[in-house]
């Protein structure tokens, strides 16, 4: 993947990439796999949301942890079907970092291989099992709003607003609400203020909920006026 721009990273205690532009770690130093089902699953009422078809986008792909996450609770449903996940991402991690970095979680072994196989190749479109991938490049200020799909639950997962603020703005929030079905959620680590506030004010109801190993809050939220989701 020589043409993409890659992060430029730093490793904590050899295992966990930290991207040096934000000084800020791809996932919890206290159990990434815990932190995705706690946020971003648990969130948007995954796993039992899932169905044939549903389909779920994402604000920052890193290391490919959330959608490793998110297939192995869709095996575990048992439910039959395809899911889809589309994920923007500004700075794609090298494949050869993407294994370093999951080789953390070898209960996700078998399906971060092919993960890391299709990324070595350079491919944005490819199929793991029971899901259908589409990684879109580029900064997501420019590539969402050209977008034309829409999403059944958001996992937001830019770096920190304090260190990326870029990604967590009132104008990128709006389009992410245009961008989800009716009756469609999100859900986020932070509880940043101004955050909440630009989700509100793109349409969502917002609320605050437990946040994950410690942290006082996460949030997540639904499309206003529309039903809660099943």
């Not at 959330?66 to 609770?73: I, Q």
């Not at 059944?152 to 079905?181: I, Y």
Request: proline share 8%.
């Amino acid at each position: 993947m020589p043409n993409e721009p890659q992060p430029e990273l730093d490793w904590k205690d050899g295992v966990i990439p930290v991207a040096r532009a934000f000084d800020d770690p791809y996932f919890s130093l206290a159990g990434g796999f815990q932190e995705t089902r706690h946020v971003f699953l648990s969130g948007n009422g995954l796993p039992e949301r899932l169905c044939d078809g549903f389909h779920v986008a994402e604000l920052g792909f890193g290391t490919g942890l959330n959608l490793l996450t998110l297939a192995l609770a869709w095996a575990q449903t048992g439910r039959p079907g395809q899911l889809r996940f589309t994920t923007f991402e500004a700075f794609p991690m090298a494949a050869e970092d993407m294994a370093r970095a999951l080789a953390a979680f070898p209960e996700a072994a078998t399906i971060a291989a092919p993960l890391i196989d299709a990324r070595r190749a350079g491919k944005t479109e490819f199929t793991l099992p029971a899901i259908a991938v589409r990684i879109l490049l580029g900064d997501a200020r420019d590539t969402l709003p050209r977008w034309e799909d829409r999403a059944d639950a958001w996992f937001l997962d830019g770096f920190s607003p304090a260190k990326n603020p870029q990604m967590w703005g009132e104008d990128l929030m709006a389009e992410v609400a245009r961008h989800t079905a009716p009756g469609g959620s999100f859900a986020t680590y932070t509880a940043a203020g101004h955050v909440r506030r630009a989700l509100a004010a793109a349409g969502f109801a917002v609320e605050r909920a437990p946040g994950f190993a410690g942290k006082r809050h996460m949030t997540k939220g639904r499309l206003a006026g529309a039903p809660e989701p099943a």
